[in-house]
RNA sequence: GGGGUAGUAGCUCAGUUGGUUAGAGCGCCUGCCUGUCACGCAGGAGGCCGCGGGUUCAAGUCCCGUCUAUCCCGCCA
């Protein structure tokens, strides 16, 4: 078990070892270096592994020797010059196997700090398997979490040997561990299915690739197995899983690489209520196996309205509260003409939230609080700061009666020293940019110490009830909201013709601390309404529709099960789990924001031989071409 | 495509209003040291101040451009 406290990003961060595992007993030596404790001593053992540090006292000096599992103590002395003399030409991160005795520490010598502190090894025999050169950074956890992330990335091989470092890839490999334990304790079949499969425009971009057997032809990198899994459906399958690789061609971010895993899971004969049961006893099992964490089930439930109208954004932290009051009909008659023309249009809504104790935000903050709420489309930020005599300060206090000053002060509860901050646009943007506000808000609350969050807190949040269809302005038409393979809520089905952007779809997410780390839905499974949804709602020409899907759609006249399935961010989730600032964290060889990988230094060019049999040309383009 | 931040020794950083020979800690090298575990002590080496251009008597410092990393917006069905 992994112990991982409240600070634990701190405390991970000192502790130089990990706790120690099932003993085993690999090759060359006989414990490894997490294994020692008094019980051994006397025991003549061999240990491998690298040199952490060493210090030289003369006559007598000290390794270090790390393995992944740990540090042990070796001792040499001026007894056996030979030795004495071979251990002076050792350094640091050499790998080198040593044998000798197990010797109890003196009372004095003692290292509480390390788990086999209350041993030493007495060298009596040195072979040194590789010298290395000085590595280019710090290997210790605490330096080289500052050092620059492209340096670590170029030498990914060494930054992987933090305990740090280790520790997340073990976390990653044994939440795999305990995914297949509970999936296949639920009779899921784990199948693999193509990365290399057909372009399908829709969404997000793609990675192509060309078809040597198949001259002006490409394949798309699979963006999901989505297909591939409603069609395991179709073939019987009923409960199908995989860790699946999939490549998206879009901008990076802190969350998003070019290639990720996703848990990927697809079953038959279910409805809603079973895949989150199912999925819950998942998390669970997770948690409990990778940290010993019992979670809480059922998670809670949140509507897309709810999570959208009180927190302002569909994957809600609700590891605190800042919700939003709604107060769009109490400033339909005020005399601030900004509120009141908002009010009245229709789709316009005046949102308020409360930041207990944030009165005293400075000059600089309240400005970058004003900026964020502007780049979300807010033509300034409302806002009224109560001193500590209960005094309203706000230039805009002074256009409010005294019934809507009421409405404030009773559904907000207003205390002195808090901050009310408002948003009023279309409802949808108006709770946006309070949303994103909120986010900032609590990053001040924490900084003055007066909010906690901790990460060892898991607020699972299932958000349910999305619209089906979003209807996207650019493009004067209805995208599905998901994807196009969501079923629609069984009342709602009528409403497809008459009012698509009210439909709501069968649609969950999974969300944990404010991010998404899963989603998925009920599937269509009937060809007419499959087709419907493809022609009628989205508007995707028949001849699209039957080149993209055409397969699906004739699946489906052949016997298709009801079914639904989610997909979980693999990455996202374990980067939740170790407390890590971004999945590059957690993912063994990341790239770069430029796609990059710094390490093997690829992406390259492809020579002319390989482009001629790909039947690929590259062309310079010049500026006038590229404006096209 | 756009906005923010950063780039000075191997690493992390400081560098004032533009002004002498660019500094610190860690690391590295040499020597000393028998109980250290952030060992200690003494000495030493190490710099295209990201790159290119400009302003100036004078640029690490000011201006323009550019590259790289990172955070965010757009994008991610």
Redesign the pocket.
């Known amino acids: 078990m992994l112990f991982l406290s409240c600070a634990r990003r701190r405390h991970a961060a000192r502790s130089r070892t990990l706790p120690a595992t099932a003993a085993y007993c690999p090759m060359k030596r006989t414990h490894t270096c997490n294994a020692l404790r008094r019980d051994q001593v006397g025991q003549e053992v061999t240990l491998v592994g690298w040199v952490d540090?060493r210090?030289?006292?003369?006559?007598?000096q000290?390794i270090?020797l790390r393995d992944r599992e740990g540090i042990t103590?070796i001792?040499f002395?001026?007894?056996d010059a030979e030795l004495s003399q071979q251990a002076d030409r050792i350094?640091?991160e050499s790998v080198i196997e040593v044998t000798g005795t197990v010797r109890a520490?003196?009372e004095?010598?003692?290292?509480a700090?390390?788990p086999t502190?209350e041993i030493?090894v007495v060298a009596r025999q040195l072979t040194i398997h590789n010298v290395a050169e000085?590595p280019?950074?710090?290997l210790d956890d605490d330096?080289a979490n500052?050092?620059?992330?492209?340096?670590r990335?170029q030498y990914r091989f060494l930054d992987l040997r933090r305990p740090n470092m280790y520790r997340n890839l073990r976390v990653r490999s044994k939440a795999a561990k305990a995914m297949r334990d509970y999936l296949d304790s639920q009779e899921f079949l784990e199948i693999e299915t193509p990365s290399l499969f057909k372009s399908?425009p829709?969404?997000?971009?793609e990675f192509l690739v060309p078809s040597r057997l198949n001259p002006g032809k490409f394949y798309a990198l699979n963006?999901?197995p989505?297909q591939y899994k409603q069609m395991l459906m179709v073939a019987g399958v009923e409960r199908y899983y995989q860790l699946a690789r999939c490549f998206?061609d879009?901008?990076?971010?802190?969350?998003?690489q070019p290639e990720f895993t996703q848990i990927d899971i697809e079953m038959s004969f279910i409805d809603r209520e079973d895949m989150y049961a199912t999925m819950e006893g998942l998390m669970k099992r997770i948690w409990k196996d990778v940290l010993g964490v019992d979670l809480q089930t059922p998670f809670p439930r949140m509507s897309y309205f709810e999570a959208m109208n009180r927190y302002g954004v569909d994957k809600p932290d609700t590891r605190f509260g800042l919700t939003f009051e709604d107060f769009t009909e109490a400033f339909k008659n005020s005399s601030f003409k900004v509120f009141k023309t908002i009010a009245n249009s229709g789709d316009g809504a005046i949102k308020a939230m409360k930041v207990p104790e944030l009165a005293d935000l400075t000059q600089g903050e309240h400005r970058d609080l004003e900026n964020t709420a502007k780049?979300f489309g807010a033509k300034g930020l409302a806002f009224i700061r109560i001193d500590e005599s209960g005094e309203w300060k706000s230039p805009i206090v002074k256009f409010f009666s005294d019934e809507e000053k009421a409405a404030l002060q009773e559904r907000l509860d207003i205390q002195p020293g808090d901050l009310v901050l408002f948003s009023a646009a279309e409802w949808e943007r108006a709770c946006t940019i309070l949303g994103r506000v909120r986010l900032e808000c609590a990053k001040l609350l924490v900084k003055r110490e007066k909010l906690e969050l901790s990460a060892s807190q898991y607020n699972f949040l299932w958000v349910i009830e999305f619209p089906l269809m979003l209807h996207d302005e650019e493009q004067g038409r209805y995208?599905?909201?998901?994807?196009?393979f969501t079923a629609p809520v069984p009342e709602d089905v009528e409403l497809l013709d008459s009012d698509p952007k009210a439909v709501r779809g069968q649609h969950y997410d999974l969300v944990l601390n404010g991010w998404e780390i899963g989603g998925g839905s009920i599937r269509i499974h009937q060809p007419e309404l499959q087709k419907k949804v493809f022609e009628d709602v989205l508007q995707i020409p028949k001849d699209v529709v039957q080149e993209r899907f055409g397969y699906m759609l004739n699946a489906f006249r052949y016997g298709a099960p009801p079914h639904g399935g989610i997909a979980f961010g693999f990455d996202r989730m374990i980067t939740l789990m170790t407390g890590a600032t971004?999945i590059?964290e957690v993912i063994a060889f990341p790239k770069?924001?430029?796609g990059?990988d710094?390490m093997a230094d690829a992406p390259t060019t492809a020579t002319p031989r390989q482009l001629r049999d790909l039947h690929i040309e590259t062309v310079e383009l010049d500026e006038e071409a590229d404006a096209e």
């Open positions: 540090v210090r030289d006292h003369g006559g007598i000290f270090d103590q001792l002395t001026n007894e350094r640091p520490r003196g004095s010598e003692v290292n700090k390390l502190g030493e000085t280019p950074f710090p330096k500052k050092v620059n992330e492209d340096l990335l399908t829709e969404g997000a971009r963006q999901s989505q998206r879009e901008d990076l971010r802190a969350d998003r780049n995208v599905a909201a998901h994807h196009p971004s590059r770069t924001q430029k990059q710094l």
